[in-house]
């Protein structure tokens, strides 16, 4: 805490200290508790405001008069949410947020524009519904509308991919701080010297405030997530639950990257002592993150893959793990990172004097979250890719018991299972799932191909 009438310079008498106060850590918490009558100097307001972004929003088509803090950096943006009011920083530093009544992904509210382009290459049926491009251009219409009326937005520019001849620009706007801190952790952070020159391929706009009408937009209720490929547009309102960027652009790889002879994947990957690569395939809660995060092995990533002739890469550069009954005894690499400045908490319980965490109350949630940069887990890849696989695992989360624990399968019945992908939906991951459910996702990963 400063003193009143006296600046951060006269604070901190070391040039090395003083440096490190006036710009953002990835590592180290960056709020300031400003006394009454403090002035924070033209360095510490410069932090929190926008740096310039290569191809602005205006050639987008998007125009706003708001201010827009463009590719902060973790602590600014931990800076700006709490500001803002979007949430608290727990006792031992990370960020911890509620997203409302939207606990887990609105699969039944996503919607992909049906158009010349898309109407022989996407699996239409009940997972992937169609909207027609007049509804989309509604909707866009109302989203630029609601932009535009914004006093602040957060831009990121980002990498969907870790492997550079695969990878796709993504821009995410939002009008959350913590929102963009959560898709800028969960993505693949560009270099200073690449955002210079960067041009977003695909661009994603969430904006929760925002209230879908159905029969000006096609959707079913206020909630919407709607991907247009040919326009390289998704909009996404009505939920504050942040998977459902994350998942916007493992669509977008599940999209593109197949044609390319690249195999997307939802899977988490590790590798041995022996240098050989293990993949995890399974839907969301059913165990990925957990077996990934193993002391013994090398980590590659937590959730999304590509395979390609090379190598297996995250397409991510973040894991997002279940915290319900999450216990240092059980799961220690993760739970050693609630205690680090740079996560963000969903839905996770918080005592709002001591800032002491309750991971084994599900009051708020049974699917709360944590989002943390992989290389917050010591023993993470540095290039996040590997070999191409040696093993790979179905996790089935069997609810009912129609499989024995673990099974060793024949190249056949790996393709049978694989194609039919018998699983289960586990409780809190999508909108009215609140018990396990048995069901068949092919390539366990069919909500998103």
């Not at 680090?340 to 991971?359: A, K, W």
Request: with cysteine; hydrophobic share 40%; glycine share 8%.
């Amino acid at each position: 805490m400063l003193a009143p009438g006296t600046s951060l310079d006269q604070q901190i008498d070391d040039p090395a200290r003083l440096d490190y106060a006036r710009h953002d850590s990835e590592n180290s918490c960056g709020i300031y508790v400003l006394a009454a009558g403090f002035t924070a100097p033209h360095t510490m307001e410069s932090n929190l405001t926008s740096a310039t972004l290569s191809y602005p929003l205006d050639r987008q088509g998007i125009e706003t008069t708001a201010t827009v803090h463009a590719n902060l950096g973790t602590a600014p943006l931990v800076e700006h949410a709490v500001r803002n009011g979007e949430g608290l920083l727990a006792k031992d530093g990370p960020l911890v947020v509620e997203t409302g009544k939207h606990t887990g992904r609105s699969a039944k509210d996503k919607f992909i524009v049906y158009d010349e382009n898309t109407k022989d290459s996407v699996w239409w049926g009940k997972t992937n519904v169609a909207m027609s491009p007049e509804h989309f251009a509604a909707l866009k219409e109302d989203f630029y509308a609601a932009l535009a009326a914004k006093d602040k937005l957060y831009v990121a520019d980002l990498f969907g991919g870790s492997q550079a001849e695969h990878r796709v620009n993504v821009r995410v706007i939002n009008e959350l701080a913590w929102h963009n801190l959560f898709i800028r952790t969960l993505l693949v952070r560009p270099e200073a010297a690449e955002l210079q020159g960067f041009l977003p391929d695909y661009t994603i706009i969430d904006l929760p405030s925002f209230k879908a009408n159905p029969a000006r937009h096609g959707s079913r209720g206020d909630t919407i997530i709607a991907v247009n490929f040919t326009e390289k547009l998704i909009l996404i309102g009505g939920t504050a639950y942040a998977g459902e960027m994350k998942k916007s652009v493992f669509g977008i790889l599940n999209y593109l990257l197949p044609v390319k002879g690249v195999m997307p994947m939802h899977c988490s990957a590790n590798i041995g002592p022996d240098g050989k690569t293990a993949v995890f395939f399974g839907l969301s809660g059913t165990g990925k993150t957990t077996l990934s995060a193993d002391a013994s092995r090398t980590l590659i990533g937590d959730d999304e893959h590509g395979w390609s002739d090379t190598a297996v890469f995250n397409f991510e550069g973040g894991c997002y793990a279940k915290m319900i009954r999450l216990s240092a005894e059980a799961e220690p690499e993760i739970f050693a990172t609630t205690k680090r400045f740079g996560t963000v908490l969903e839905n996770v319980v918080i005592d709002p004097v001591t800032r002491q965490l309750d991971f084994d109350d599900a009051s708020l949630a049974e699917n709360s979250r944590g989002s943390y940069p992989i290389d917050f887990i010591p023993n993470a890849s540095e290039e996040n890719l590997g070999p191409v696989p040696a093993n790979i695992i179905f996790l089935t989360a069997d609810a009912y018991g129609v499989l024995p624990p673990i099974a060793r399968l024949t190249p056949d019945q790996a393709m049978y299972h694989f194609l039919s992908g018998y699983t289960a939906r586990v409780a809190g991951t999508e909108i009215g799932v609140t018990e396990p459910e048995a069901t068949f996702s092919t390539c366990f990963g069919a909500p998103f191909m």
